[in-house]
Structures are given as structure tokens and as C-alpha cells.
């Protein structure tokens, strides 16, 4: 027993210093929260260690079946961890700028990073709920962090009814599982779908409420709604944290569930999916075209990359899964870099977060929109930047697995997604700027985010490393 | 006496490139001056380091150079190789074009004195003969089209020299397009090279000639073509179009709008006989196919007799000699044509020296004409410029070949091999060579007469500031002068009946008319005397005699020819109306075609139903559905529901 709780240090240490920083945020009453800022820092950083250090490279199970450690799982969790402490240093600034600063902010989301590493680890139905309901929670309460503003807590309203909802629909998925097998582990769950031989209706209706689950979670269409509000409504720094680390713990709980748990029943899933995906991609794609408002333009963007994520999953295959891994590790980062800049770019008491005010970025500040332009032509798919490699990684995928027409759709609406992308671009270098206002933000975000944007072009010219490792996990 | 010759052909090849560079792009740095030394240094060290190889190859006897340099890349089998063939043929060539361009670049000197693009000048002669040293020293056809497709693009630039001139712009346009013509099918020719023979090596190619000779190709179904003359008539497309033969030969006329220093060496001295040097190296093809011999004969013998005859109303200084070349270039293909590619190569040699000559005379009567060239406002020169007076005398009688000139002997092997060839087409070939005799010296003595003598007829001002050009002008005119009269002599005996070439030209026993008349061939002074036994001599005579009468002696009576003659004058002023025809069908089709084109095809269906359509519909899709979402919690979680339904119905559904 001592010797299983090994596997679980990282998510006990962050939990327990996650609380002593609760306690610490209550107990000093401070209105400077750096050493609030720091300490949650010295926590991701913490947890990072020991996740590398104590990265497996093998599968075991832990706690009655409860907790799994294998390679994916560690991977994902150390990603989400360095993107979160990526995520709170764009934050950082933008809170203090905003008046938005409090110890809440970091607390819930170390808490909600806790969530998502249950997500990622879990090998039972119930633990899974349990990892989403914590992320969940907490990012329902930071959305409406800004209790000021109407529309953050009107998206935070949103969100939280529609999540009931979709909480509501996982778990009664996950009851009926439970009622046709009797398995509340995946791998019972597993074993008792490979002995059955006919359809079962009871767990194809099971599996259509949990893919619900998950496709809310992930924002696929039709379960998208809440995103393009939340995503507009709330505070950017929760937009910039809500649209990275969560869709990798996502992503991991889809494998979980639909893999580990259910390949049985990959034929009906993949239908499913497809339905999903080619849904989101149009939809994305097409509705993203007529914003005029950045955060809600990329929330549509993030729909249409959820598409894109799922044809990996869809190809049923292992590479194909590990090019989803690779697909939604490298869109966060983009994600990240995207609403990074819209933070770059806002001033106290004004966030620049409509189209025009990109418009003579190039004039402005040529080097942050040279930034930009990679962000978007990776988003775009162009190469040599790493998100053509993505969707290469993925359209190769399915491809292989004889989904022609897909992938032609795939493609099809990747060049209609191009438009709002390069409209970005032209804005910023031929159209004439509104405001000559000098970006007012501190040399290091200012080096992040160039470290962030110059990463996309790395990662583009070798994406071989990357893709390694995304492989190794499924290996 | 050279460890390693394959450094000295890289240095006659590279030494003009790099002052090209220098003086294209540090000519604002290293000033006028600095441009025009850093080229003609360059261009001097390739010329004396390719009489160092001519006198290797040709004098002591040395290995001819056969090499690859360099692998550019590789695709399959398929080698593409920058090498040099340096053997008795190229060494030629590459003196003739080093020493004729090194003298352009002096006189250049003079003639740009006071033009503002003097060191762009500069860098695109230099580079000029980079591309044409590249041309000439190839060892293979890839090469050989680098070199072609090089020559061509300076030709154009420097055409289009002055280029805020309109016609300027329209004659490098122009030459740009016809060439374009010559180039597919010389394009069409390498690709036949490589489909049949599997190789771009000149030493591959020519010795599978055995495999290739009987094949046949169908073009157009049911009729077989041999494969070779199918190949050589497509590379002798090409020479057309680069040496102006008819009907490609439009654009050699216009090209005289550039300055007068490249009209002497492109359009003249090397470019335009770019051609004929290639239907020379190429001759263990053209051998292998009469019917292409046959084409080459008659293309020859019209471009020679009908270009000529435009020269005799041409007002324009330069036009005329224009009209000359082109028909001068007749005569060397005729040669091509009958077989006597050395015939051909020796009076490209000759005509190369005597061209330039010409051309630059004409340019220095245009400096101190103050930049004036139509001849009715000329006369009685050759008082103030005794010595271009007498360099252009020199020139003509060489061009009109008077005996004793290099003219005369590389224009009457050539006659001479016409009357001894058998090949369908070689009777009216000799009789447009030998009526072109006339009609050559009827122009040149025309030019000659109304610019050096008669009645004074320029402006006062003019008048008053005519003098002979300075030193830079003069020295090369009086250098080239010397090969015009005696380098025929010398050439005659080893060039065309010694072997001079050597292998580098190959010639099948059923038409090789040289050695013909080589039996009857007993040295410089028997050949010389034997002319006046023939008629050509005696045609010159009455050419210079007419000119003299028509021009010096009763000037008004041109006026009355012209008058009496009316629709005959108006077919040679308007070029037999050819330029008309390509101008309202090639270029007028073209763009009324491309009009259409762009009318229906892009604006309509690839802009407007394609692009701005698709762009629209989707636009307004997006405006449509972006109204879904509504803002209203229960809106979403309707569309939630129905997406659970839809996804039971459809999986759960098809269970039943």
C-alpha cells in the first residue's frame, strides 16, 4: 500500500501545497499578491520536478484499479503543469493592470490542474468524474472572478448550467455502464465488452451519453455552445488558462474513457466522432469567419481545432491517437501564444481583444506582429510552422486508415478556416492602425511570449523530437 | 606547357563574370571609371588566356579539354553538369568573342561617355559574354541552353537600355517574344536529344547516332517521321530564332535600338551567330538527315537574297547594316545547309571583325552626328573623319568581298560549295547567294556613299561640331580593320580545306563539297585569281558602280525609281509587310485571345465564381448560423439535447 502511493506524489504534494498557499492567501492580508504568485509558481515547478523525476515507463495501476501511471499520462501532466505556470505568468500582469488581482486566481487554478492530473490518471469511471468535477468547479468560479462584470458572470452562468448538464449526462452514461457490466474500473469495463458478442443496446445508450460527456468538455459541436460566451465573456487571463492545459486533460480523459475503456466499442464510436468532428470543423471554421471579436473568433477556432484533434482519435489506431497527443499539445501552445498577445496588447482599464485593434500591428510594433503572424499561419496550417505538422500528423493518420473523404473535408475546411487567419495578418500589416499607443507590457512577458511565438517556428522545422515522444506514450 | 588547362578555361569563363558583378552591383561604389576597368581587365584577361588556348590547341598541338566541372544536380540517370568541350571549334569562338567584345568594351568608353547608366552598361556586356563564353565552351546541351537562354536575356536588357524610350522597350519586348518562338522548338530539340538519346553529353550523343538514324516518329498519326530530322530541325528552330533567319528574323532590325556598341556585338559579331555555331558543333546530327539539310538550304538562301534587298531603302545608318547581318547570316546558313560548316564558321569568323568594324564606324559617324543616324542628313564625312572614313571603306569592301579581303575569301568558299552541292534547294540557294553578291554591294556602297561623300546635307549646328572621335573610338576601329583584310588570306587554306577542325566537325562523304573543291584548291593566290574568272567578282564591281551612279554621280534618280517602281518600294519599306502581319495576328491574336481569356475564364468564372463566389456564399452562410447563437441558456441546452438525440437515433437506432 505505502509503496502505490509513490505514483501519487505528485498530485498529493500540489494538493497539499495548494492548500498551505489557500491558507497562507487567507491568513496574510496583503494586497500584494506576488509572493502569493510566487509560491504557486514554486508549486507548478515543484510538481514538474517530480514528475520527470519520477516518470514511468511502464503501465501500473494503483489504488484499487483507481490510478494508472504509464507513459501518456505522465507526459500530458507534465504539459499541463508547465503550460499552467506559463499561463499564470501572461496572467500575472494582466490581473494587476486589470484590478483583478487575488490569491483565488492561482489557488483555483493550482486546484483545477489538480483536477485535470486526476482526469489524466484516472482508471475508473468514478475517478474521472471526480477529476473533471474539480476542473470544472474551479473554472466556473474563476470565470466569475470579475463579479463586476455583466458578462463574465452572465458566461459564468453559462457555464455552469450547461456543465450540470453535461456532468448530469456523463454520469448517467457512467451509471448505465456500471448497471450493463458490473465494472466501475476501466479494465473490468474492458474485459466485460470483449466477451460480448451481439450489440448491446444498453452500452452503445451508455457510450452516446459519455462521448456526450467528453465532447462537451473538449467544445465539439453541437455540445459547443458555452464556449464562444465564456471564451468573450470572461477575463482574458481565464480565456488564455481555460483554452490551453484543459483541452490536453480532455484529450486524456477521451482516451481513457473511449480507449482504455471502451476500444471495444470502437466501431460505434468512431461514428460518432466523425459526426462530431466534421460538425465542429464546419461550424468552426465557418462561423469564426463573421467576428469581430478576437477572443470569440479564436473560440471558434478552438472549436474548429477540436475537429481536427478528433480525426486522430477517429483513426482508431495508435499513431493515430498519438497524433492527436501531438495535435492538442501543440494547438495549446498557439492558444496560449493567441490570447498571450491579446493581454500583450490591452492597457489598463482597455482590453484590445476586437480585430481592429491588430490593425497596423506591423507599424506599430513590427517584431510582436512578425509573433502574431507565426501564431496565425500555424493556426492556418502553413508550413514550415508546427501546426501544418499537426494536421499533417493527423490527416496522415486517417488517411492510412482509408477515410478519404474526411480527410478531404479535413482539408476543405482548413482552407476556409485560412481565411479569418490571414485576415488577422492583413489587418495587422496593411491596414492602417487606429491608435499609435506603444505597447505598455513588461520585458518579460514581453520575452515569453516571443520565446512562446518562436517556439511554434522550432517546433516546426523539428517537430521529430515531439513527435517521438507523443508515439513513445502510445508505443 | 600548361600543368592544368582546366584552370585556365575556368579563368576565361569566370574573369568576366565577376566584373560584371563588380560593376552591376558595387558600380556606385567604385564609380564610372573604377566599372569600366574592373571589366575590360576582366574581359582582357579571357581574351588573352583564350589566345593562350588557341595557340595550346591549334598551334602546339595540345589535348582538347573534355570535362565535367561541376554536377549542378541529378534527377534519375539523368546527369545535369556545367563541363567544358575546349577543342579546335570552341578555342575559335572563344577568341573571336573575347577580342571582338574586348575591343567593344574600349570603345564603349567613348560612345557612353556621357550616358547615366554607364557602369549598368558595363556590367551587362561583361556579363554578356560570360553567358556566351558559357554557350560556346559547353560540353553538353543543358549547358548549351544556359548559355543560349543567357546571350538572350542581356540581348533583351540591353535593348532595352534606354528604357524610358518607348520603341526601345517595345523592340527588346518584341525580340524577347520571337526568340521565345525559337527557343520551344531549340527546347523541343534537347528533349528529342534526351528521349532518343538518353544523354545531354555531346560525346554520349554523337557516338549513339548509329542507334538513332533509323528510327521514325509519328507526329501526326499514320505519317512516320525520322527521328532526326524531326530533332535537327527543331534545334535549327532555335538558331532561327537566335540567328534572325527568316521567318523569325523580325526582331534583328528593331534590336538597333539599343546602343550602337551591342548592335556590333550582339547583334552582329557573336550573338546572332550564335546559331550557326551550333548547327556547326551539332553537325554529326545534321548529317544524318538531308530533308533537314534541304530546310536549312532554303531558309539560308531566302534570308540572304530578300534581307538583303530591305537593306536598299533602309534611311537609318544602323538598320541597314542590320539588314546586312541578317543577310550575311543567310549566307553562313546556306553554308550549314550545302555542309560546309567550316565554310560557315569561317565567314562567321571574318564577318564577326568586319561587322563589328562596320557598326562601330556607323557609331562614331552617330557620335559626331551628334546622335543622328538617318543618312539623307549626312554626306561628305569623310573630310572631318578621315579615319572612320577609311576603317568603314576598309569594312565594306571586305563585307561586299572585294577581293583580297577576308570577305571575299569566306563569302566565295561559300558560293563555291552551293555550286557543288547536290541537295534539293542548292539551285536556288546559288542563285540568291550569287545575286545577294550584287545586291551587297549595291547597299553597303550606298550607306558608304550617302554618309562619306556627296553633298554636305546637316544642319547648321551639326556642321559646326563635327570632328573625329577621340582615341577610345578610333584604336578599335583601326584593330578590327586589320583582321578584316588580312585574316582571310591566312585562314582560308587550314580552315577549310587542312582539316583545320579537326573532329569537332564531321561531315558524311555524300556532300562534303569542301574537299570537292579542295581538289582544285592550289593555295591563297590561285584562288584569289581564279575569281576573276567568275561572275561574283564582277557583281560586286557592278554593285559599286550602280551605287556610285545612282547616289554620287545622278542622285535624283533614286527618287524616280522609287517613283516609277511604287509597289515595289512599298513592299521593302514595309519589310514584304511582315512585321504588319505579326503585329495584327500573333501579337493582336495573342491578346485578343488572352482578353478573352481573362474576360471569361478569370474575371467570370475562376474570380467571380470561384473566388469571390465561394467567398461570398460562405460569408454569408457564416452571417446566417452565427445567429444560432442566441445568448439564451435554454437555446443551448436545446441544441445540447438535440445533439444527444440525434447521436442515440442514429446509433442506437440502427440496432433494431
Excluded at chain 2, 545547309?337 to 562614331?364: E, I, N, Q, R
Excluded at chain 2, 570537292?516 to 567568275?534: N, R
Excluded at chain 2, 439564451?632 to 433494431?656: E, K, P, T
Aim: glycine fraction near 10%; include cysteine.
Amino acid at each position: 500500500m505505502t509503496s502505490e502511493l509513490t505514483f501519487l506524489i505528485p498530485e498529493i504534494v500540489l494538493f497539499v501545497l495548494t492548500c498551505i498557499i489557500l491558507l497562507v492567501d487567507t491568513i496574510g492580508s496583503s494586497e500584494d499578491k506576488s509572493f502569493i504568485y510566487w509560491l504557486s509558481q514554486s508549486t507548478l515547478i515543484v510538481t514538474v520536478v517530480l514528475l520527470v523525476f519520477l516518470c514511468p515507463d511502464s503501465t501500473t495501476h494503483a489504488m484499487s484499479m483507481n490510478f494508472v501511471s504509464d507513459p501518456m499520462g505522465a507526459i500530458l501532466k507534465i504539459f499541463i503543469c508547465a503550460y499552467t505556470s506559463v499561463v499564470f505568468f501572461y496572467s500575472y500582469d494582466y490581473l494587476k493592470e486589470h484590478e483583478l488581482i487575488r490569491g483565488e486566481y492561482f489557488v483555483l487554478g493550482l486546484f483545477a490542474v489538480l483536477g485535470m492530473m486526476v482526469m489524466v490518471s484516472a482508471y475508473s469511471l468514478l475517478t474521472i468524474y471526480l477529476g473533471l468535477e474539480l476542473l470544472s468547479l474551479s473554472l466556473y468560479a474563476m470565470v466569475a472572478m470579475n463579479r463586476d462584470s455583466q458578462s463574465a458572470t452572465e458566461a459564468a452562468m453559462k457555464y455552469f448550467v450547461l456543465g450540470a448538464l453535461a456532468s448530469g449526462m456523463l454520469l448517467y452514461g457512467i451509471s448505465m455502464l456500471y448497471g450493463v457490466s458490473g465494472a466501475i474500473d476501466l479494465a473490468s469495463l474492458s474485459a466485460y465488452i470483449s466477451q460480448q458478442t451481439g450489440n448491446n443496446i444498453l452500452l452503445i445508450f451508455g457510450l452516446v451519453f459519455v462521448v456526450v460527456g467528453i465532447a462537451f468538455k473538449l467544445g465539439a459541436v453541437p455540445f459547443h455552445m458555452w464556449v464562444p460566451d465564456v471564451y468573450q465573456g470572461a477575463p482574458t487571463s481565464v480565456t488564455l488558462f481555460i483554452g490551453s492545459a484543459p483541452k490536453i486533460a480532455a484529450f486524456g480523459m477521451a482516451i481513457r474513457l473511449l480507449v482504455d475503456g471502451m476500444e471495444g466499442l470502437v466501431d460505434s464510436w468512431q461514428g460518432m466522432l466523425i459526426i462530431l468532428a466534421v460538425l465542429s470543423m464546419a461550424a468552426g471554421n465557418i462561423i469564426a469567419i463573421s467576428q469581430t471579436n478576437i477572443k470569440r473568433m479564436l473560440a471558434y477556432s478552438t472549436i474548429a481545432h477540436i475537429g481536427f484533434l478528433l480525426l486522430g482519435i477517429i483513426s482508431g489506431s495508435q499513431s493515430g491517437y498519438a497524433g492527436s497527443m501531438f495535435y492538442v499539445l501543440t494547438y495549446a501552445l498557439m492558444s496560449m501564444g493567441a490570447f498571450g498577445m491579446v493581454i500583450l496588447l490591452g492597457r489598463k482599464g482597455y482590453e484590445a481583444d476586437t480585430l481592429d485593434d491588430f490593425k497596423g500591428l506591423a507599424v506599430r510594433s513590427p517584431w510582436f506582429a512578425f509573433i502574431m503572424l507565426i501564431l496565425m499561419f500555424s493556426m492556418a496550417g502553413v508550413p514550415p510552422l508546427v501546426g501544418f505538422w499537426g494536421k499533417w500528423f493527423v490527416i496522415k493518420e486517417i488517411i492510412a486508415m482509408g477515410h478519404i473523404s474526411l480527410a478531404a473535408i479535413a482539408v476543405l475546411f482548413s482552407v476556409i478556416g485560412a481565411y479569418y487567419y490571414l485576415r488577422i495578418v492583413k489587418l495587422m500589416y496593411f491596414d492602417k492602425a487606429d491608435q499609435m499607443t506603444a505597447i505598455k507590457a513588461g520585458q518579460g512577458m514581453r520575452f515569453v511570449l516571443s520565446i512562446n511565438g518562436l517556439a511554434l517556428l522550432a517546433l516546426g522545422f523539428m517537430p521529430g523530437m515531439l513527435m517521438a515522444l507523443c508515439l513513445g506514450a502510445f508505443a | 606547357m600548361f600543368e592544368n588547362m582546366e584552370n585556365i578555361y575556368l579563368a576565361i569563363v569566370i574573369a568576366p563574370l565577376l566584373g560584371s558583378v563588380i560593376a552591376g552591383l558595387f558600380g556606385r561604389v567604385i564609380g564610372r571609371a573604377g566599372a569600366h576597368w574592373v571589366t575590360i581587365i576582366g574581359v582582357g584577361v579571357s581574351s588573352i588566356l583564350s589566345m593562350v588556348a588557341f595557340k595550346y590547341i591549334v598551334f602546339d598541338g595540345g589535348e582538347e579539354f573534355n570535362q565535367t566541372i561541376y554536377t549542378w544536380l541529378s534527377i534519375g540517370n539523368l546527369d545535369i553538369n556545367v563541363g567544358f568541350l575546349v577543342d579546335r571549334l570552341s578555342v575559335t569562338m572563344m577568341v573571336v568573342v573575347t577580342f571582338v567584345s574586348w575591343m567593344i568594351h574600349i570603345y564603349t568608353i567613348g560612345y557612353m561617355h556621357d550616358d547615366p547608366g554607364y557602369q549598368r552598361f558595363f556590367s551587362y556586356i561583361s556579363l554578356f559574354t560570360f553567358a556566351m563564353l558559357m554557350l560556346v565552351m559547353s560540353n553538353n546541351f543543358m549547358q548549351l541552353f544556359f548559355g543560349w537562354e543567357g546571350v538572350g536575356l542581356v540581348s533583351y536588357l540591353l535593348i532595352g537600355f534606354w528604357y524610358k524610350k518607348d520603341t526601345a522597350i517595345f523592340a527588346n519586348l518584341k525580340a524577347f517574344l520571337v526568340n521565345r518562338v525559337g527557343d520551344f522548338g531549340f527546347l523541343l530539340g534537347i528533349a528529342g536529344v534526351l528521349l532518343y538519346f538518353g544523354s545531354l553529353d555531346y560525346v554520349d550523343v554523337f557516338s549513339r547516332t548509329a542507334a538513332v538514324e533509323g528510327q521514325t516518329i509519328q507526329i501526326l498519326s499514320g505519317h512516320d517521321w525520322s527521328v532526326m530530322t524531326v530533332i535537327c530541325i527543331c534545334l535549327f528552330i532555335g538558331a532561327m530564332g537566335k540567328s534572325a533567319q527568316v521567318p523569325l528574323h523580325v526582331w534583328l532590325p528593331d534590336s538597333m535600338e539599343g546602343p550602337t556598341p551591342i548592335s556590333a556585338l550582339i547583334h552582329a559579331a557573336t550573338m546572332v551567330t550564335a546559331g550557326i555555331f551550333m548547327v556547326s558543333r551539332m553537325s554529326p546530327l545534321f548529317e544524318l538527315s538531308e530533308t533537314a539539310l534541304s530546310f536549312i538550304l532554303v531558309i539560308g538562301a531566302i534570308t540572304a537574297l530578300f534581307m538583303g534587298l530591305l537593306g536598299l531603302v533602309q534611311n537609318d545608318i544602323k538598320r541597314v547594316i542590320a539588314y546586312s547581318t541578317l543577310s550575311q547570316l543567310g549566307y553562313m546558313t546556306v553554308a550549314l545547309g550545302a555542309s560546309a560548316y567550316a565554310a560557315a564558321m569561317f565567314h562567321l569568323v571574318t564577318h564577326a571583325f568586319f561587322k563589328a568594324l562596320l557598326f562601330l564606324a556607323a557609331g562614331s559617324v552617330i557620335i559626331g552626328m551628334h546622335h543622328e543616324q538617318d543618312m539623307r542628313k549626312m554626306g561628305g564625312l569623310y573630310k572631318y573623319m578621315p579615319i572612320t572614313w577609311f576603317t568603314s571603306l576598309v569594312g565594306s569592301l571586305a563585307l561586299i568581298g572585294f577581293p583580297g579581303t577576308s570577305g571575299f575569301y569566306s563569302k566565295d568558299a561559300i558560293i563555291e560549295a552551293l555550286h557543288h552541292s547536290h541537295l534539293p534547294g542548292s539551285g536556288f540557294a546559288y542563285f540568291a547567294v550569287v545575286a545577294g553578291v550584287f545586291i551587297t554591294a549595291l547597299y553597303s556602297f550606298r550607306l558608304f556613299f550617302m554618309t562619306f561623300h556627296g553633298k554636305e546635307r546637316m544642319d547648321k549646328h551639326t556642321w559646326d561640331h563635327l570632328h573625329e572621335s577621340p582615341k577610345v573610338v578610333t584604336v578599335p576601329l583601326t584593330i578590327l580593320a586589320i583582321p578584316s583584310v588580312i585574316l582571310g588570306a591566312f585562314m582560308i587554306g587550314p580552315v577549310l580545306f587542312q582539316g583545320y577542325f579537326g573532329d569537332a566537325i564531321v561531315v558524311s562523304g555524300a556532300h562534303d563539297v569542301l574537299t570537292e573543291i579542295g581538289k582544285s584548291y592550289h593555295g591563297v593566290w590561285g584562288f584569289t585569281l581564279h575569281a576573276f574568272k567568275a561572275a561574283p567578282v564582277y557583281l560586286a564591281l557592278a554593285g559599286v558602280l550602280t551605287a556610285w551612279l545612282l547616289y554620287i554621280k545622278f542622285p535624283h534618280v533614286p527618287a524616280i525609281f522609287a517613283d516609277k517602281l511604287g509597289f515595289l518600294h512599298k513592299l521593302l519599306l514595309e519589310k514584304y509587310y511582315l512585321d504588319k502581319f505579326n503585329q495584327a495576328f500573333f501579337a493582336g491574336g495573342t491578346r485578343k485571345i488572352g482578353q478573352m481569356f481573362w474576360n471569361i475564364g478569370d474575371v467570370r468564372i475562376i474570380d467571380g465564381f470561384f473566388v469571390n463566389g465561394t467567398a461570398l456564399t460562405v460569408r454569408w452562410f457564416s452571417g446566417i448560423i452565427r445567429t444560432l447563437q442566441s445568448g439564451y441558456l435554454y437555446d443551448y441546452a436545446f441544441a445540447m439535447i438535440i445533439g444527444l438525440l440525434l447521436l442515440l437515433a442514429v446509433f442506437v437506432h440502427h440496432l433494431f
